[in-house]
């Protein structure tokens, strides 16, 4: 049974930080946000939260803070204010903090990541792009004015910030 703990342990510790540090990456990167990457966590929320014992009630709480993102999420994409990937990224983060104050803190916090980071990009795109970075075609297609932002960054920046501090963690480190 221990070693079923360590290794939960270190599932809990690396598929959601893991998936989120690969979201932002790839959105810096490439501007985009593979569908598959929403799939690994909606899978390894499922997955752990078998492994976890975590009670079907609860799992239903974490379902419908998914999907009340996720709605809510494509409204802002219909707006077109975040990318379609941004939407799925933001409701698979709050499957897994479900209806919590992780959950505010998370939808907070990437807000606020997500103002940074536009400054950030606008301030960027009003000066000649560093000679570091010059000819990397990322740095030059974020540089363009007509590019969005890539707010997966925001996002996993706010997960990550608040994912020490979540269920999971706490079960994982036995709070």
Do not use: C
């Amino acid at each position: 049974m221990a070693m079923m703990d360590d290794l939960l342990m270190i599932a809990v510790m690396l598929i959601f930080p893991a998936t989120m540090a690969f979201a932002a990456a790839s959105d810096l990167i490439s501007m985009t946000i593979s569908n598959r990457l929403s799939f690994v966590l909606m899978g390894g929320f499922a997955v752990l939260a078998i492994w976890s014992g975590m009670g079907l009630e609860q799992v239903g709480w974490h379902v419908l803070a998914g999907a009340s993102v996720l709605v809510v999420g494509f409204a802002v994409f219909a707006f077109g204010w975040i990318g379609g990937g941004d939407a799925k990224l933001a409701a698979g983060t709050a499957l897994w903090f479900g209806f919590s104050y992780q959950l505010v803190d998370y939808l907070l916090l990437s807000a606020l990541f997500g103002g940074a980071l536009t400054i950030i990009m606008l301030t960027y795109r009003n000066f000649p792009v560093p000679k570091l970075l010059n000819g990397q075609a990322w740095a030059m297609r974020l540089h363009r004015a007509d590019e969005g932002v890539p707010y997966g960054l925001a996002l996993a920046a706010g997960a990550l910030t608040v994912y020490p501090k979540s269920w999971w963690m706490m079960q994982a480190l036995g709070f």
